[in-house]
């Protein structure tokens, strides 16, 4: 036992500095909140493949007409429907172990936000009776995510307090003043997210589960 008192001691110590003099111990602390996302993101894929483009433009178009009349009909806002970029490439085949073109691929992609998910299943539904369509990118959001991500840093504030108090009892003493704080997350980008997804198995519901808003620090406390 006294072994380990001195490793630990010892291990303590490493986080321990001296800085202009004074000791100092650093710690990294963490906090989280998990909080039911109210939104969905995603993209939907338009792809069409044919000789002719204009024919191509012609049936994306449709499908785009069809698309947003379907998300209007399910209640989304037709701000949430952005970003319908679109790009034209050659379509090639092999044959023979010879490529050969066949004429041009179009794809479309439209971004969509959704901010009710409790019928997204059926929404989703909707728009695959459309035909030849993809989603992707599937995200959950979190209208109120700086809000949470603030009640997070003070978790993490409190969890190196915390740590720095067991630390230094290791070695008999206690943390002081604050002498640096750094945040690791700036509150300018998007807090880190964890996300999980669960249906119930119902086609006319849909369980986003949670996510997690994570705020992360480093702080120096001065010790004697």
Request: proline letters at 3%; glycine letters at 4%.
């Amino acid at each position: 036992m006294k072994l380990l008192r001195i490793l630990t001691i010892v291990w303590l110590a490493a986080f321990c500095s001296a800085a202009n003099g004074q000791n100092i111990i650093q710690v990294v602390g963490s906090g989280q909140m998990n909080v039911q996302p109210d939104g969905l993101e995603f993209s939907i894929h338009i792809r069409e493949r044919g000789p002719l483009v204009s024919k191509l433009f012609a049936s994306a178009n449709q499908k785009t007409t069809l698309i947003v009349n379907t998300l209007q009909k399910q209640k989304v806002n037709p701000k949430d429907i952005q970003s319908m970029q679109m790009r034209v490439t050659p379509w090639f085949v092999y044959e023979n172990q010879t490529r050969q073109q066949r004429g041009f691929e179009l794809s479309r992609q439209i971004q969509v936000t959704v901010r009710n998910t409790e019928k997204v299943a059926v929404l989703f539904d909707e728009v695959f009776r459309i035909g030849n369509l993809e989603i992707t990118d599937i995200s959950l959001l979190v209208s109120q995510q700086e809000n949470y991500y603030r009640e997070a840093l003070v978790k993490a504030l409190d969890d190196a307090k915390t740590k720095a108090t067991l630390m230094a009892a290791q070695l008999d003493t206690k943390p002081g003043k604050v002498v640096s704080l750094i945040e690791l997350n700036s509150q300018n980008t998007v807090p880190e997210m964890r996300t999980m997804m669960r249906s119930s198995g119902g086609s006319e519901s849909f369980l986003p589960g949670e996510v997690t808003v994570t705020a992360v620090i480093e702080v120096q406390f001065a010790i004697d």
